[in-house]
């Protein structure tokens, strides 16, 4: 049997990391509930951004923290683009097309990156990379720490920025109904595309919480990308708050069962909750929408 | 229209036999023989998705079913190569039956039937690698021992018209599938599910039907693909590559139709070689995932300006879309 102390280590890790995953999941939940597409290309687009917080690290030694403050402006810029210059005009307003179109990016990004990068695993090495707090009886990863913070801070803006703002209102007034949204003199695509470069913008901040203290290849998005999927289904397809509980519920749920079962089938209890919840409750926990 | 197609499919059969007689090297007939088995795979969710409207984007669990019971019921429990394949084809069929259980009696449809599918091959793929029995990430290797007996064909020809044989299966499977009732209350389903329960048809017992016909045809390849290279990891079985190239090749080619995925495998893995050979050759070394790229390319220009495929393209714009079978 195992110490409780080890257990209670391995819970408080579980949910920094659950933070960082929230962040994930934020992006994708968001997509979803305006869209009402999945966004295949999430994972790559994740990995796409690690990569540039490791370009900014070596090329002009830009510290992760700061960079965010470059990269989450050109990341929404981005996902604005896609959205409105590819994925809209290429799929026809069709939701299998949209499922194509973003699985086609995906491909695209991520073999690109592992034609410019290769396969080998990179991580970029910063002073305070291993730095820790103690927190009562824990040691708490610094870089983790603030990962966790940030991640519910992100959060916070981003809820307010839906509630208060103009371009908030109308983001969910076309999840609500487009079609009415667009006779109230809504841009319907021009808000689907801001609601993609936020997505894209979660991404690029988590990439800048992740870098310090995570390894980057060409598909190390996509271990994230299941794991946010989780947390969208868990948490209920486009709801915030969801999918801020759904991170930290799964960020647990990998730390005790990697505890457990050990690292290769680690990740299968994610996947077993996965699977378990589409099946049997495919609106989320909170079963706000069908 | 019937004895058009009938027709069309001998000829095909015809002029693919007669490839290796211009084809003599090693490296083409490689080539051709994988391409084959990468349409049978293609057939397989041809079938599900192409005609039923279900897109699966996991269907490297049936592939890597059939391929990795292909090779263990040889080394682990000796079973003849002959006996092996049909047991591999049924037991990717009942996993195609339990994972459309699931997943359909839940009512997962659109991106969320996607989701499960692509889940169900990771778990797949994280537990070949785990688990001894199938060898772990190590792989399994099944033993060479050249012999028709086998399996194992020592003229290279020979292996091709076997998988030929299965590609030509699949056409014939395919064309019957269209012309059958099953294949008209399966695009029932496809156009508006709701409305066939309305009119009667029991879209629960089409769609199964569907997947475990295209999870069966899947593992065919699959078990191909393992005594054509008789090694296999969970990578290359349960891989993500798989469930890519199984969805890529119909889209381009012509979804929902009889020689679309052929053709689209043909187009794709050809497009794939030239494109690595002429970089490889231009940079002076190969660079990795390039043919992939172009794959991903290609997948979006299809969707976004030949929703058709190239069959579509080659009939004109002048019937509608998803529009009937050549």
């Given amino acids: 049997m195992l110490k409780s102390e080890i257990i209670f280590a391995a819970v408080a890790n579980g949910l920094l990391v659950g933070g960082v995953y929230a962040l994930i999941a934020l992006g994708l939940t968001l997509v979803y509930g305006v869209l009402h597409i999945i966004n295949f290309a999430h994972g790559a687009t994740l990995t796409a951004a690690m990569y540039a917080v490791l370009i900014c690290h070596q090329a002009i030694g830009l510290d992760p923290y700061i960079a965010v403050a470059a990269l989450a402006p050109l990341f929404f810029g981005l996902g604005y683009f896609v959205q409105?210059?590819?994925?809209?005009?290429?799929?026809?307003?069709?939701?299998?097309?949209?499922?194509?179109?973003?699985?086609?990016?995906?491909?695209?990004?991520?073999?690109?990156?592992?034609?410019?990068?290769?396969?080998?695993?990179?991580?970029?090495?910063?002073?305070?990379?291993?730095?820790?707090?103690?927190?009562?009886?824990?040691?708490?990863?610094?870089?983790?720490?603030?990962?966790?913070?940030?991640?519910?801070?992100?959060?916070?803006?981003?809820?307010?920025?839906?509630?208060?703002?103009?371009?908030?209102?109308?983001?969910?007034?076309?999840?609500?109904?487009?079609?009415?949204?667009?006779?109230?003199?809504?841009?319907?695509d021009h808000i689907y595309a801001v609601t993609f470069g936020i997505g894209a913008a979660c991404l690029a901040i988590a990439a800048c919480l992740l870098m310090p203290t995570y390894l980057v290849n060409p598909r190390s998005g996509n271990a994230f990308v299941l794991v946010a999927f989780t947390i969208v289904v868990l948490g209920g397809m486009g709801s915030i708050g969801g999918a801020l509980a759904g991170g930290l519920i799964i960020g647990v749920v990998e730390s005790l069962s990697g505890l457990f079962l050990g690292e290769s089938l680690g990740q299968i209890g994610i996947f077993l909750i996965f699977i378990l919840v589409l099946l049997l409750r495919p609106t989320g926990l909170s079963g706000a929408r069908t | 229209m019937n004895q058009v197609s009938w027709t069309a499919i001998l000829g095909v059969a015809a002029?693919?036999?007669?490839?290796?007689?211009?084809?003599?090297?090693?490296?083409?007939?490689?080539?051709?023989?994988?391409?084959?088995?990468?349409?049978?795979?293609?057939?397989?969710?041809?079938?599900?998705?192409?005609?039923?409207?279900?897109?699966?984007?996991?269907?490297?669990?049936?592939?890597?079913?059939?391929?990795?019971?292909?090779?263990?019921?040889?080394?682990?429990?000796?079973?003849?190569?002959?006996?092996?394949?049909?047991?591999?084809?049924?037991?990717?069929?009942?996993?195609?039956?339990?994972?459309g259980l699931l997943s359909f009696r839940a009512r997962l449809r659109g991106s969320y039937f996607a989701l499960v599918t692509l889940a169900f091959a990771e778990v797949f793929r994280i537990l070949a690698n785990a688990w001894t029995f199938t060898g772990g990430a190590a792989g399994v290797l099944v033993p060479l021992q050249v012999?028709?007996?086998?399996?194992?064909?020592?003229?290279?020809?020979?292996?091709?018209?076997?998988?030929?044989?299965?590609?030509?299966?699949?056409?014939?499977?395919?064309?019957?599938?269209?012309?059958?009732?099953?294949?008209?209350?399966?695009?029932?389903?496809?156009?508006?599910?709701?409305?066939?329960?309305?009119?009667?048809?029991?879209?629960?017992?089409?769609?199964?039907?569907?997947?475990?016909?295209?999870?069966?045809?899947?593992?065919?390849?699959?078990?191909?693909?393992?005594?054509?290279?008789?090694?296999?990891?969970?990578?290359?079985?349960?891989?993500?590559?798989?469930?890519?190239?199984?969805?890529?090749?119909?889209?381009v080619g012509g979804i929902g139709t009889v020689f679309g995925p052929l053709l689209g495998a043909v187009v794709l893995l050809g497009f794939g070689e030239v494109t690595k050979t002429i970089l490889g050759n231009l940079t002076g070394g190969a660079i990795p995932g390039i043919d992939l790229v172009l794959y991903g390319v290609l997948l979006i220009l299809t969707?976004?300006?030949?929703?058709?495929?190239?069959?579509?393209?080659?009939?004109?714009?002048?019937s509608a879309r998803h529009g009937g079978n050549p």
């Avoid at chain 2, 078990?223 to 290279?229: G, H, I, M, T």
């Avoid at chain 2, 976004?304 to 714009?317: D, E, H, N, S, V």
């Fill in chain 2, 147 to 251: 012999g028709t007996a086998n399996m194992q064909f020592a003229d290279k020809r020979m292996l091709y018209w076997f998988v030929l044989l299965f590609v030509v299966g699949g056409l014939c499977l395919t064309h019957m599938v269209s012309r059958s009732r099953f294949g008209a209350q399966l695009v029932a389903v496809r156009e508006n599910e709701d409305a066939a329960r309305a009119l009667g048809v029991d879209t629960l017992a089409v769609k199964l039907k569907a997947i475990v016909l295209s999870a069966a045809i899947t593992a065919t390849a699959g078990s191909l693909y393992a005594q054509k290279f008789l090694y296999l990891d969970a990578t290359i079985a349960y891989g993500p590559w798989i469930s890519v190239d199984a969805l890529l090749a119909p889209i």
């Fill in chain 1, 84 to 188: 409105r210059f590819v994925i809209g005009p290429a799929s026809h307003g069709d939701d299998s097309n949209i499922l194509l179109v973003t699985l086609g990016l995906s491909i695209i990004i991520e073999n690109a990156l592992l034609a410019g990068f290769r396969s080998d695993t990179r991580s970029i090495d910063v002073p305070y990379g291993f730095s820790v707090v103690e927190v009562g009886p824990l040691l708490l990863s610094l870089p983790k720490l603030i990962a966790f913070v940030a991640s519910f801070a992100v959060a916070a803006v981003l809820g307010a920025l839906l509630l208060k703002t103009d371009t908030g209102k109308a983001i969910r007034a076309v999840a609500k109904e487009k079609t009415g949204a667009a006779l109230m003199g809504i841009n319907v």
């Fill in chain 2, 303 to 318: 969707v976004a300006y030949a929703p058709r495929g190239i069959l579509g393209l080659l009939q004109g714009r002048s």
């Fill in chain 2, 15 to 99: 002029a693919l036999a007669a490839m290796p007689i211009v084809m003599t090297s090693n490296v083409a007939l490689n080539f051709v023989t994988f391409a084959g088995i990468i349409t049978i795979a293609a057939q397989g969710w041809n079938i599900l998705a192409g005609y039923g409207g279900q897109f699966s984007f996991g269907h490297a669990a049936f592939f890597g079913t059939g391929a990795y019971a292909m090779a263990l019921l040889q080394v682990r429990f000796g079973v003849n190569a002959w006996v092996a394949l049909p047991i591999a084809i049924g037991l990717g069929g009942l996993v195609g039956g339990l994972v």
